[in-house]
């Protein structure tokens, strides 16, 4: 059984695993999974189709109840264990090795999500040390980290796909983003798609012999902002709660496309990103994007691919794990964030997600992103009061 680390060292042994999504993050879910090899817990994964990657679930206290007692008592904690890239410049340290900056600690992914992670392992370690196999709990506390967060919540949709116990999981849960310890139900989702235009390649002296893939992408590219205009216009339900920017919004992502000055293209891809609010559905939207590439791209017939789905939240603002957290944490009910999360698909399990965290999403995914040292202790704290209120003997209603 690995040693009990403090928090503090336990978020630094997860920021040196350099998981992010181009990796296989199994190195970093193999460590959290010895760590948590203790009496009292039962540890699994749930591996990626293909192997590379898994999801860990870890179990603390009395098993799941499959509701047919009380309605899946206990609380989740989730958190996703890879991270972006850090192969931006500006980094004043090692973006792999946890930096003490006086009154924040500066690594990739000390704020999303590590640092919830680290308290979130530790909370569960603690508690399986504390007792015999039930760890004094009422019911059980479970651990929900994934994978490929990042590049569109894919591990949470493999959790929802393969993993019969997860309608066991219990009711309630946190998903540690990074929120600044302020408590959010609702969250826009991002649907992400792919354009690809297919050409011939020929000299640029001789142009008539190839087909330029460029040409009608850019009449793509001018159709999609007209369609970003168009939806910016319209007046979505739910939009109060989101009043920065209240209606779906349309990105442009990448273009790429063309060999070099004197070659005709044959390739372009354009990514495109919508993030539609709670309720809407996203086939609605990947058929008006459809409508206006093609309508744009005419006579050529570009492929039109749906990369990823992260659905969108929205949590009733009278559950209580919402009610329980705005308490502890003295939030304002209500407060929503613009970034999917796994929530949209962990709800699918029947699962009712908040969202709250240690750390801004203002700084995940810069240079010297950091944690600063008061929310993390804060969030401990609160973490502690939660598995209380929803895991010990006088649970919350």
Known sequence: ?????????????????????????????????????????????NPSPDGTKANLIAWVGPPP???????????????????VPADEQGWSSDPFTLTDAGDRWVARGSADMKGFLALAANLAARTANSASSSSGLAAPLALVFTYDEEVGTLGARRLLESFPEGAALPRNAVIGEPTSLRVARLHKGHLKIRVTFRGKSAHSGYPHLGDNAIEPAGRVITALAALRRELEGEEPRYREHFPEVPYVPLNVGTVRGGAAINVVPDLCTVEVGVRPLPGMGSEELVDRVKSA???????????????????????????????????ITGSTPGGSVSFATDAGWLQQLGLDCAIWGPGSIAVAHRPDEHLPKDEFFAARGHLEQLVDRFCGDRMYA
């Open 65 to 83: 109840d499959r509701g047919e007692k009380g309605g899946r008592p206990g609380l989740v904690l989730s958190g996703h264990m890879d991270v």
């Open 1 to 45: 059984m690995a040693a009990l680390l403090e928090d503090v060292d336990l978020l630094a042994r997860l920021v040196a695993f350099e998981s992010t999504s181009r990796n296989s993050n199994l190195p970093i879910a193999d460590f959290l999974c010895d760590y948590l090899e203790r009496a009292g817990a039962r540890v699994e994964q």
């Open 293 to 327: 590439v093609r309508a744009a791209a005419a006579p050529a017939t570009p492929e039109i691919e749906k990369l990823s789905d992260s659905p969108p939240l929205l949590l009733d603002e009278a559950a209580p794990i919402h009610r329980a957290l705005c308490e």
